[in-house]
């Protein structure tokens, strides 16, 4: 694939649908015969039912497909040679403590910052802000939102996410899956399967979005969860695993080897390629944190975890490299716009890249990090997520200032079925038991 990518030119199909739609319903109030209105709409969504099949059926690059393995020990083949895969030897209660509750505080921080305007367009956000008074990036939660009253996933208001309206941490799905993965992990061990994930995911998730959503209705019609993400899903290299990586970091802290594997196990049921990758990548990074102190070297070492030649591979590569002469929101969305085109803006690739870039611009300011990606658009909760988690496993707890927590008051709320809530110490305790497992 060449960059920058130029997707094939697609016809306005929402447009002759809806004309299709209202001149059907105009032509039936001027009489015209009901039976042979609904057979020329058959006929249409017959033809496209035609023309997507033939699509299915195109062969695919052969080489790509080489260069991008599904199957676990095949991408272990394709990882780049001589990376540690053991960046600690022994468990360091002290030290785990302080850079898990960073981690998942800072996750939690970049989540809520970016929920309520996510995937808003860049000037939109910068002009909201100046409507309210906020300075732009983000120095602090959003004072006000739009349409305060409307609730995301059935739970909190948008209110909720604002400077007056937190009391907790409301609800999210890049949370929600943050506390998910613990959950398997404690009921099916760190060896956990791809069959577990699916068990869990029908037992715990109510609803679920684009490939996460396909395979859970796949799950629940009986599809395995080998299977899962193979039937009707356009979105299996979308960034939903990647939003899926944090817990495998966090108990496998310094071990970015096991954690990139339980992430495969974890994004098999629900992507493939390069969205089994962000995963991977990211859990890895992650664990890495934990061990290196420096969370753009955290990324560095991530990239030995994923095949060398994969489009993400090159795609962080690139990234690294283009940061170091990037100095803010605007100059890193316009370099991933211009290298990425018309690529979705919830796609696992284009998001890799800005949430490098938040963690290049912002260094050891965590304020500036989850501010500048959170301003940079795009899925950009889950990119402020991200940044927030590797910045506290790289630095602790410590290098979060106070008033990206302290609202939390200790509280989780997530959709989970039969766990609406849970307390922040008590998922970091609960992690805490599991990760030492792997050291004992």
């Given at each position: 694939?060449?960059?920058?990518?130029?997707?094939?030119?697609?016809?306005?199909?929402?447009?002759?649908?809806?004309?299709?739609?209202?001149?059907?319903?105009?032509?039936?109030?001027?009489?015209?015969?009901?039976?042979?209105?609904?057979?020329?709409?058959?006929?249409?969504?017959?033809?496209?039912?035609?023309?997507?099949?033939?699509?299915?059926?195109?062969?695919?690059?052969?080489?790509?497909?080489?260069?991008?393995?599904?199957?676990?020990?095949?991408?272990?083949?394709?990882?780049?040679?001589?990376?540690?895969?053991?960046?600690?030897?022994?468990?360091?209660?002290?030290?785990?403590?302080?850079?898990?509750?960073?981690?998942?505080?800072?996750r939690m921080a970049g989540c809520t910052l970016?929920?309520?305007?996510?995937?808003?367009?860049?000037?939109?956000?910068?002009?909201?802000?100046?409507?309210?008074?906020?300075?732009?990036?983000?120095?602090?939660y959003w004072s006000s939102i739009k349409r305060?009253?409307?609730?995301?996933?059935?739970?909190?208001?948008?209110?909720?996410?604002?400077?007056?309206?937190?009391?907790?941490?409301?609800?999210?799905?890049?949370?929600?899956?943050?506390?998910?993965?613990?959950?398997?992990?404690?009921?099916?061990?760190?060896?956990?399967?791809?069959?577990?994930?699916?068990?869990?995911?029908?037992?715990?998730?109510?609803?679920?979005?684009?490939?996460?959503?396909?395979?859970?209705?796949?799950?629940?019609?009986?599809?395995?969860?080998?299977?899962?993400?193979?039937?009707?899903?356009?979105?299996?290299?979308?960034?939903?695993?990647?939003?899926?990586?944090?817990?495998?970091?966090?108990?496998?802290?310094?071990?970015?080897?096991?954690?990139?594997?339980?992430?495969?196990?974890?994004?098999?049921?629900?992507?493939?390629?390069?969205?089994?990758?962000?995963?991977?990548?990211?859990?890895?990074?992650?664990?890495?944190?934990?061990?290196?102190?420096?969370?753009?070297?955290?990324?560095?070492?991530?990239?030995?975890?994923?095949?060398?030649?994969?489009?993400?591979?090159?795609?962080?590569?690139?990234?690294?490299?283009?940061?170091?002469?990037?100095?803010?929101?605007?100059?890193?969305?316009?370099?991933?716009?211009?290298?990425?085109?018309?690529?979705?803006?919830?796609?696992?690739?284009?998001?890799?890249?800005?949430?490098?870039?938040?963690?290049?611009?912002?260094?050891?300011d965590f304020t500036r990090c989850i501010g500048?990606?959170?301003?940079?658009?795009?899925?950009?909760?889950?990119?402020?997520?991200?940044?927030?988690?590797?910045?506290?496993?790289?630095?602790?707890?410590?290098?979060?200032?106070?008033?990206?927590?302290?609202?939390?008051?200790?509280?989780?709320?997530?959709?989970?079925?039969?766990?609406?809530?849970?307390?922040?110490?008590?998922?970091?305790?609960?992690?805490?038991?599991?990760?030492?497992?792997?050291?004992?």
């Open positions: 694939m060449d960059y920058p990518i130029k997707y094939p030119k697609m016809p306005d199909f929402n447009r002759i649908r809806g004309r299709l739609s209202e001149f059907s319903h105009l032509k039936y109030e001027y009489g015209s015969d009901k039976a042979e209105i609904e057979k020329i709409l058959a006929d249409a969504g017959a033809a496209l039912d035609v023309a997507l099949g033939k699509l299915l059926s195109l062969p695919e690059d052969a080489a790509l497909a080489a260069q991008e393995p599904d199957a676990l020990d095949a991408i272990k083949k394709l990882r780049p040679a001589g990376a540690a895969k053991a960046l600690w030897k022994a468990f360091d209660k002290g030290l785990y403590a302080d850079r898990l509750a960073g981690a998942l505080l800072g970016g929920a309520i305007v996510e995937g808003w367009k860049v000037d939109d956000m910068k002009d909201w802000a100046e409507w309210i008074g906020d300075p732009f990036p983000p120095v602090n305060p009253n409307d609730k995301r996933y059935g739970v909190s208001t948008c209110y909720d996410y604002t400077l007056s309206g937190l009391k907790n941490v409301p609800v999210d799905d890049d949370v929600t899956y943050t506390v998910l993965g613990l959950l398997i992990a404690e009921e099916y061990g760190l060896d956990f399967t791809v069959e577990d994930v699916g068990a869990a995911w029908v037992k715990y998730l109510p609803y679920a979005c684009t490939a996460e959503e396909v395979a859970l209705i796949n799950l629940r019609a009986g599809i395995p969860a080998q299977k899962a993400a193979e039937t009707d899903n356009p979105f299996i290299q979308w960034i939903g695993a990647d939003i899926r990586s944090d817990p495998w970091g966090y108990l496998a802290p310094g071990l970015p080897e096991k954690a990139a594997e339980m992430a495969w196990t974890d994004a098999w049921v629900s992507h493939r390629r390069n969205g089994i990758f962000g995963e991977m990548y990211f859990s890895a990074a992650i664990a890495a944190a934990f061990a290196v102190n420096d969370a753009v070297e955290a990324l560095r070492l991530g990239l030995a975890e994923i095949p060398k030649d994969c489009l993400l591979a090159r795609d962080v590569a690139w990234a690294l490299d283009a940061g170091k002469g990037i100095k803010d929101y605007r100059e890193a969305r316009a370099a991933v716009d211009e290298r990425f085109g018309e690529m979705s803006g919830v796609h696992t690739n284009n998001n890799a890249c800005l949430t490098i870039f938040g963690l290049m611009i912002g260094g050891d500048e990606t959170v301003a940079m658009g795009y899925d950009n909760d889950c990119t402020a997520a991200t940044v927030g988690s590797l910045f506290g496993a790289a630095y602790g707890v410590g290098a979060i200032p106070g008033h990206w927590y302290r609202p939390f008051n200790n509280k989780v709320l997530t959709y989970i079925n039969g766990h609406p809530e849970f307390a922040v110490d008590d998922l970091l305790a609960r992690y805490e038991a599991l990760a030492k497992k792997l050291f004992d």
